[in-house]
Every structure is written in structure tokens, then in C-alpha cells.
């Protein structure tokens, strides 16, 4: 794109930008809340901060457009879990942190102390000396020959059939120059035991000089190098990157659980979808025209924009709820289709005991004939026994004479 076209195409962005943030400020009433709000509300500093690292772009340096790619972080909720995951527990991580300088510090007083020799370290230096001297400076001529001639040196103990070379010297004088100690001060300790120790997989061991075991502090080196491995690398770093890992598990269940609470529950009521198993209304339609919070949000947006002389009674009521932040014009756990379907099952069941009891009745009043029809019966026939034993012989009486004494 021409410089021309794509400056134009840049203040316009600015000006789509200013816009932008001219109705957002205007939809949310920032500025008629007060600048202490304004100061508070963080999506409108966001934008506040974009609109000017677009002036910055736009009239200091093309550099601080890369910056607008943080905008996806943003937008985009799973990389704001991320960051999320470093600053929700930031307490803990900082804290942990401060307990490895603690470690890092004493482990370089250490070193410091006893094994201020085994910090070389190899330095990469920038090509502004040259290594071979000018040999056409005066006073240098013999000095050059004498280091770096292969001529065997006349007076010297050394064998010439085994002459050094020139470029073998010249590598050897090279590793030596390139080679530093890291620990003359106890600052340079801190510095170098922070920065190699911390980045190296076996912890600052690997940096330092490899001792022999014939050195009296080798058992000594051991240990050091161990206790920083299993200490800092294995427990304190190890400590940081689990309260991370953690949290951004957390924040993943916590996605996972409002998605699945955004499925299964209705908005505005908090039914969840098992209350309509076997329901006249399902849950979708439930969900769609019954408590659709869509309807709700209109009805609050024509109550606020309605003039209050031309309330009915129910927006009286709930722009008087509204003013004091109060929901419980919300109809929570009810639904008047669980209502009527409640009732319409109240009274089948109402229905079907009523035939059962009238049922029982017919059986009672059957039962009730039965039984008058029986004692009439046994009424008819003890009067017939009774006739026929005044009409007859009265039974013979059976007694038992006693013998009088003699």
C-alpha cells in the first residue's frame, strides 16, 4: 500500500476509534456518573488506552501498532485465562518468588565465599581489538616473531622438531581471553547465580567449572551444586509453575460450569431443565417464548424510556424496582407452565379419587342391601323356630334325684 493510502487508512482507524469510544462512553453513562466512576470503569480505560497507543502509532513511531495485537488477548477468553492464571494468584507467586532471591542470595554468599574460583564463564566479546598485534609498529616486530613465528627460538630448553604452531597459540590465547570470572564481587555472584542458575535445566552446576576429585572441596562443590538443583530448580520453580497450572485449571472449570449452568438453566426463573421432564413445555420452549430475557430487556428498555405519566401498573411496579436495584420482580423458581400443569394434574388426581369414591360408594350401598336382605332373612327364620317350639312337646327335663339318707 503507498505511504499516502496507508496514512489516510491510519487516521481514519484513529478516527473510527474516537467514535467508538465517544458511544461507548455515551451507552454506558460514564460521564454522567461522576469521573470517579469514569477513573474505576476498566473497559472504558482500555479503550482510552487503545485510542492512544493509536496516536502514538499514527504520529511517533510505527512500533506501537504491534502493541493493538493484545487486543485478542482481549477478545479472546481462553487467553485471558492465561494472563488470568498469572494475576489471580499473584499474591502466591510473588511470595514464592521472593523465597527463591532468598535462596538465590544465600547459595551466592556461598559461592562467594568458598568456590570464588569455579565461576568461568565463557563471554562472547565483540571483534573490536584485533588479536594479532601490527607487526610494522616499531617495538613490536621481535615480540610479534617471538609469539607467533613457527621459527624455533635459538637459547630456548624447547625441542624444535616439535614446533607450536602459530594458530594453535592463537586458539589457546582466544579461550583464555574469552573466559571470565563472574565472582570477584558478591554483587556479580547474585547477578550470575540469578541469571545462569535459574535458566539452566541442572541449576548453576552446569556453568561453573567442572572440579576434579582430587580437589579437597569436590565433596563441598557436590553438595552446593545438588542442594541448588533439588532446592530452587526442583521445589521453588516447580512451586510457581503449579499455583499457574492450577489456576488456569480452575478458570477452565469455571467456563465449563457457567457454559453448562447457560445450557441447563433458564436465565430469568433458574429452573434447571429436569423441573420440565414430562412437562407439557420443554425446556427450549421455556427458555424461547416463555422467560425469553430478551422480552425482559426490551420491557426494561421501554420502562426507562416510557414517560412515568403513562405507567401501567405493573411498569410502576417494576420501574420502582428497578430504581432501588431490587429483582424480585423476577419470577424465581416459577413458571405458570409448571403452574398449569401442576394444576391440571392436581386435578386429574382429584378426578380419580373422586370416581374411586364413588365407586366405593355404589359398593357400600350394594353391601348395605346385602346385609338388610340377610337379617331380614334370619329375622324370618328364628320366628319360624320359635313358632314351631310353642306348637310342639316342651323338651323332657333332666333331673338328678338325690338320695336321701337312710
Known sequence: MPYPACLKFLIYQVCNKIIFLMSFVGNCGTFTRGYKAMIMDVEFLYHLLYLLICALGLFVHEFFYSLLLFDLVYREETLLNVIKSVTRNGRSIILTAVLALILVYLFSIVG????????????????NETLLPDRTEPGETMTGEFLYSDVCKAGSSENCSSIIPSDQLITEEMEEENKEHTCETLLMCIVTVLSHGLRSGGGVGDVLRKPSKEEPLFAARVIYDLLFFFMVIIIVLNLIFGVIIDTFADLRSEKQKKEEILKTTCFICGLERDKFDNKTVTFEEHIKEEHNMWHYLCFIVLVKVKDSTEYTGPESYVAEMIKERNLDWFPRMRAM???????????????????????????????????????DQMTEQRKQKQRIGLLGHPPPMNVNLQQQPA
Open 112 to 127: 562467594y565465599l568458598f568456590f570464588k574460583d569455579d565461576f568461568i564463564l565463557e563471554v562472547d566479546k565483540l571483534p
Open 337 to 375: 407452565s409448571l403452574v398449569s400443569s401442576d394444576s391440571e394434574g392436581e386435578q386429574n388426581e382429584l378426578r380419580n379419587l373422586q370416581e374411586k369414591l364413588e365407586s366405593t360408594m355404589k359398593l357400600v350401598t350394594n353391601l348395605s342391601g346385602q346385609l338388610s336382605e340377610l337379617k
